[in-house]
């Protein structure tokens, strides 16, 4: 072969990243449509092992306790989840991480195959599904995350921001006229309306909003603001591990010492404390960073059990389910607009390309401004849904005549 026909090294590197960029093009659909069907098995499965425990036990002190330990593990997968798999990439691909849930997933399988009896089909609720609700509620949620990001993309000037905002008032409207009218809703907002739930979904959804809205920025600043590795930035989020899994013990101490009303809105008002922390005195050094952790982890510790208990508690026995999707759906929902006010303060503050290797000392500011600003918008959304929790709680407090009337199955 002769020269001329010898590709240059600049030649070869640029077909690499010409094969690199069309890897990704085809795997980004292949990672959404998995995402998507995570995203509806983790719907289906999370209310209802929240909703078993609630039925398996009459006694509330019982109820609780299995609560607890359905939270415990859970809350134990999310606070090891990030340290472990930040270990981890030092040493295998990302791929390798999707493949933790496989051993986990087939226990549970065998668990529920051989030691839960099956329901009787009697007792279960035989409601059709209502999917013009359910789509209608899909599509107001992702128009109201998605709204900020364009007005901030796009600019004040350009009419889809608007066009987005205009349809998620539609979207929300209808959802709601929707939900009044129809003969099987989803869900039935009188249901709803009872104080005892919407207090729990309130605490719950701040929790969530504070929680995710705190480690989305924390996550950010150690590893791109402060360039830690992945490996020493997972490990300064062991504050946050280590209260979660010792913080399970406070939570039956707590509940007959206050009661599950005041145990809640005492929770959630801990993890808008730790957000708050974050937001004000997070930049300076790690010390904060590590009490904003504690503190939130702490709330979020016990608001999982004791929120969603109320919902449940609130509802008639054979809406467990639906009570446990709504405070799942809460959380889901309020952790979504956490990131995505997060983001949209960071892509609306941040100049250039916040992944770059090495950011200026304009940049850093930046990043630290669009985090105190996120901190604190995210806290006064959470105080609100908290002062919201509270009013709700006191009226359910003042006596069973505060609670609308049953709508008929």
């Known amino acids: 072969m002769g ?33 998507a069907a995570m995203g509806i098995a983790a719907a289906m499965t999370t209310p209802g092992s929240m909703a078993l425990a609630f039925r398996l036990f009459d006694d509330p002190t019982l109820r609780v306790r299995s609560m607890t330990l359905i939270s415990t593990v859970g809350l134990i997968g999310f606070a090891i989840g990030p340290v472990a798999g930040g270990a981890a990439l030092a040493f295998v691909p990302w791929q390798a991480l999707l493949l ?16 839960i009896s099956a329901d009787t089909l009697e007792d279960l609720p035989r409601d059709p599904v209502d999917a013009s609700g359910a789509l209608l509620g899909t599509a107001a949620i992702v128009l109201a995350v998605l709204t900020p990001t364009l007005l901030v993309d796009l600019g004040a000037d350009s009419v889809l921001p608007w066009s987005a905002s205009a349809a998620t008032i539609v979207a929300g409207v209808l959802i709601v006229r929707r939900e009044r009218t129809a003969a099987h809703p989803l ?38 603001d402060w360039a830690w ?12 591990v280590a209260v979660l899994i010792g913080g399970g013990a406070v939570i039956t101490p707590l509940i007959n010492r206050v009661g599950l009303d005041r145990a809640a809105w005492i929770s ?28 939130a982890a702490a709330g979020m510790r016990v608001v999982g059990v004791v929120a969603g208990n109320n919902v449940m508690h609130g509802l008639p026995k054979e809406r467990t389910t639906l009570g446990a999707a709504l405070a799942d759906t809460a959380g889901e929902v309020a952790t979504a607009i956490g990131v995505a006010v997060s983001g949209t303060a960071i892509a609306a503050l941040f100049a250039g390309s916040i992944t770059a290797t090495s950011w200026t000392a304009d940049q850093g500011a930046r990043f630290e401004a669009a ?7 995210l806290t006064v959304l959470a105080d609100a849904l908290v002062a919201w929790g509270v009013i709700r709680s006191a009226r359910h407090s003042s006596g069973p005549s505060a609670e609308p009337p049953q709508r008929d199955s």
């Open 3 to 35: 020269p001329a026909s010898r590709p240059t090294g600049a030649g070869t590197a640029s077909a690499a990243h010409r094969r690199a960029a069309d890897r990704r093009a085809h795997a980004r659909p292949v990672c959404l449509a998995v995402r």
């Open 100 to 115: 933790v849930n496989v051993p986990v997933a087939t226990l549970a399988f065998v668990g529920i195959r051989t030691g």
């Open 371 to 377: 985090a105190t600003w996120a901190g604190l918008v």
């Open 229 to 240: 590795p992945p490996a020493q930035a997972a490990l300064g989020m062991l504050p946050q």
């Open 187 to 224: 869900p039935d907002l009188r249901l709803v309306a009872r104080p005892l739930v919407s207090s729990g979904l309130a605490f719950k959804a701040a929790a969530s909003l504070a929680v995710a809205g705190l480690n989305y920025l924390v996550a950010l600043q150690l590893q791109l």
């Open 268 to 295: 959630a008002v801990t993890v808008v404390c730790g957000l708050l922390v974050y937001a004000v005195l997070g930049r300076p050094g790690y010390v904060w960073v590590a009490v904003a952790l504690a503190l």
